[in-house]
T-cell receptor
Framework: DAGITQSPRHKVTETGTPVTLRCHQT?????MYWYRQDPGHGLRLIHY???????DKGEVSDGYSVSRSKTEDFLLTLESATSSQTSVYFC??????????????FGAGTRLSVL | QQQVKQSPQSLIVQKGGISIINCAYE??????FPWYQQFPGKGPALLIA???DVSEKKEGRFTISFNKSAKQFSLHIMDSQPGDSATYFC?????????WGAGTKLIIKP
């Protein structure tokens, strides 16, 4: 999975608890992304980062926050998990966001269940 | 204007047959059209991609056909094999964005 490690791979948590998912890359790519994947919805962008401490919202950012204190690490936090956030979460990286250079490499995913 | 519409949502093809997945876009600023393949329990991975100045690109059994005037592109898998069973995503890149189709679950029956 292109030098991308997601942890944990599986997580079960209770409604209302905070959850943090970690993405670690060894490729030194500038851009990092968090997606969620749900049946019928494909991949939806939650947040992305274009450098250390530089982040921006995606299309489904409500209820999520992110942080990037080092090039290699991108954290996704669910402030207070809800059942609607039960999903598979993917981290991706890319060297660029321009055209043909916007090739994204994905981690293996984290399966999160909020009970 | 930012959507990429993908069809069908699911597809069952006999081994040896041709699998065809279609996508349509609206934003003419897109300048790169990749297809990603995802196996169960894995993240998506780039399969094949095309630029809009080319009408067709072939890599092995996988071919992208691109119709710029209709703003449509499609993935053809020739001689489909059970190992091709996966979810396929089309996408469109441009304006510093990558817009994804909703995915097609392909099952190849032996």
């Amino acid at each position: 999975d292109a030098g991308i490690t997601q942890s944990p791979r599986h997580k079960v948590t209770e409604t209302g608890t905070p959850v943090t998912l970690r993405c670690h890359q060894t490729e030194n790519h500038r851009y990092m992304y968090w997606y969620r994947q749900d049946p019928g919805h494909g991949l939806r962008l939650i947040h992305y980062s274009y450098g250390v401490k530089d982040t921006d919202k995606g299309e489904v950012s409500d209820g999520y926050s992110v942080s990037r204190s080092k090039t290699e690490d991108f954290l996704l936090t669910l402030e207070s998990a809800t059942s609607s956030q039960t999903s598979v979460y993917f981290c991706a990286i890319s060297e660029s966001r321009q055209g043909a250079q916007n090739i994204q490499y994905f981690g293996a995913g984290t399966r999160l269940s909020v009970l | 204007q930012q959507q990429v519409k993908q069809s069908p949502q699911s597809l069952i093809v006999q081994k040896g047959g041709i699998s065809i997945i279609n996508c349509a876009y609206e934003n003419t600023a897109f300048d790169y059209f990749p297809w990603y393949q995802q196996f169960p329990g894995k993240g998506p991975a780039l399969l094949i991609a095309i630029r809009p100045d080319v009408s067709e690109k072939k890599e092995g059994r996988f071919t992208i056909s691109f119709n710029k005037s209709a703003k449509q592109f499609s993935l053809h898998i020739m001689d489909s094999q059970p190992g091709d069973s996966a979810t396929y995503f089309c996408a469109a890149s441009g304006n510093y964005q990558l817009i994804w189709g909703a995915g097609t679950k392909l099952i190849i029956k032996p």
